[in-house]
Nanobody, 127 residues
C-alpha cells in the first residue's frame, strides 16, 4: 500500500527556515519522482520542487531556486524539503506526491500524473 506522510509544518516568522519531511512507504523510491507542491488559499496547487528517485537529481521552478532545497535521508524513503528565508507569501498547505514516470523523464510529470498524495502539512509565515 503506497503511503506518503508529510510532517514539519508550522508557524514561522518571516526570514526563518523550515524543514518538511515526506515519508514514503509501499513502493521503491528509485522508481518514482517525488514532487513537493503547495496550495495557498484561493490559489491553484503548484509544484515547488521535484526529487528524482532514480538518480537523486533535484528540480526547482526558476522563481523559487535558491530558497528551496531537496534532500534524501540516505537510503531511507524520506525526502526533505528545506525552505529558507520564508516569506508570508510562502504560506500554504505543502504536500508531497509520487509519480512513476514510465517512458518519460523523471520530474516531467504534470499535476494529474502524480497518482499518490500525502495529506499535506500547513506552513504559515507570519510575525
Amino acid at each position: 500500500q503506497v503511503q506518503l506522510v508529510e510532517s514539519g509544518g508550522g508557524l514561522v516568522q518571516p526570514g526563518g527556515s523550515l524543514k518538511l519531511s515526506c515519508a514514503a512507504s509501499g513502493f521503491i523510491l528509485e522508481d518514482y519522482a517525488i514532487g513537493w507542491f503547495r496550495q495557498a488559499p484561493g490559489k491553484e496547487r503548484v509544484m515547488v520542487a521535484c526529487f528524482s528517485g532514480r538518480d537523486g537529481e533535484t528540480y526547482y521552478p526558476a522563481s523559487l531556486k535558491g530558497r528551496f532545497t531537496l534532500s534524501r535521508a540516505g537510503a531511507e524513503n524520506t525526502v526533505f524539503l528545506q525552505i529558507h528565508s520564508l516569506k508570508p507569501e510562502d504560506t500554504a498547505v505543502y504536500s508531497c506526491a509520487a509519480d512513476r514516470p514510465i517512458g518519460r523523464p523523471y520530474c516531467s510529470g504534470t499535476l494529474d500524473q502524480y497518482n499518490y498524495w500525502g495529506q499535506g502539512t500547513q506552513v504559515t509565515v507570519s510575525s
